[in-house]
């Protein structure tokens, strides 16, 4: 079974960063549209950003704009969400999701959970004083 493998979590401080990585020795990831997204507890889980496969267009919530960047790295098949200025509310589990269906309409589909085909496990970043 394909799985991907998210890290980079832990604790950090309001104002501060992480740089969280997505891997898999299963599948080649530039074929894929990479998103991330974040469950906080209560909460449904959510869009954080996403690169396409084919143009690797960025997409990002408008909550996490300006402070998270998206980038690939093919050759070490991994995909990174780097996260600056750092906040109480982007305390969640991370995850990181492949989709073989992107297309025209990624821009307004990208954040829909039910696009995407293979899922990791998470990985907890919590950001507390």
């Known amino acids: 079974q394909v799985q991907l493998v998210e890290s980079g979590g832990g604790l950090v401080q309001p104002g501060g960063s992480l740089r969280l990585s997505c891997a898999t020795s299963r599948l080649t990831l530039d074929y894929y549209a990479i998103g991330w997204f974040r469950q906080a507890p209560g909460k449904e889980r959510e869009g954080v950003s996403c690169v396409g496969s084919s143009d690797a267009s960025t997409y990002y919530a408008d909550s996490v704009k300006g402070r998270f960047t998206i980038s690939r790295d093919n050759a070490k098949n991994t995909v990174y969400l780097q996260m600056n200025s750092l906040k109480p509310e982007d305390t969640a589990v991370y995850y990181c999701?492949?989709?073989?269906?992107?297309?025209?309409?990624?821009?307004?589909?990208?954040?829909?959970?039910?696009?995407?085909?293979?899922w990791g496990q998470g990985t907890q970043v919590t950001v507390s004083s």
């Open positions: 999701a492949a989709s073989i269906e992107y297309g025209n309409n990624w821009p307004g589909v990208w954040a829909n959970t039910y696009e995407y085909d293979y």
